[in-house]
């Protein structure tokens, strides 16, 4: 299975996901019409200060404490703090939020980072730029608009994936729940 990648040249940004992290967000897509939103946090192995890479390694699963609708979706803001400092004790950087759309081709709104904004500023995080990652796709067809959000003006960018990774089979069956 191959590792997803997306690109900013603007920004100097290059984003990767690793297998697990990717089989973890399949794992999680909203692929009904009566499933909730779900989300959770981006962990990487650097933040991409010199080099503008970052490696999402893992990325947490929803949690019960999250209050989601079809449509929208609120992370409990105690886990998340705890999520990040118990990554931090590991070497694991907090880079963003993921969440899933029920759509094929899943695109970050405006909505999606307004409401993500004032958590960013209440949780004291000291970041110029976070991610904003929304998984959608098919069964079997895991896609991701990954973008760059400025936490100062919460203006955004989308990166663009490379081509084998608009839309990857991470090898899940969906069904059962369980890496296929
Ligand atoms: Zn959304």
Redesign the pocket.
């Known amino acids: 299975m191959m590792e997803l990648r997306f690109d900013d040249a603007t920004l100097r940004l290059r984003v990767g996901f690793s297998t697990s992290a990717s089989q973890t967000l399949a794992l999680h897509q909203q692929l009904h019409f009566w499933q909730n ?1 779900r989300g959770g946090v981006l962990l990487a192995s650097s933040v991409g200060a010199s080099d503008g890479v970052v490696e999402v390694v893992r990325v947490t699963p929803p949690h019960r404490d999250d209050r989601a609708g079809w ?3 609120k992370l409990d803001h105690a886990r998340v703090l705890n999520e990040i400092q118990g990554a931090f004790d590991q070497g694991l950087h907090f880079v963003g939020y993921w ?1 899933t ?1 029920a759509q094929v081709r899943p695109q ?2 405006s ?2 980072v307004d ?1 993500m904004m004032p958590a960013i500023r209440g949780a004291g995080l000291d970041l110029q730029r976070l991610l904003m990652v ?1 998984v959608g796709g098919r069964r079997r067809a895991l896609a991701l608009d990954v973008c760059a959000v400025d936490c100062a003006t919460g203006a955004w960018e989308r990166l663009v994936p490379e081509p084998a990774s608009r839309s990857v089979d991470v090898g899940l069956d969906i069904e059962k729940g369980r890496l296929g």
């Open positions: 939103e449509y929208w979706l969440h759309h970050l709104s909505q999606d409401a929304v």
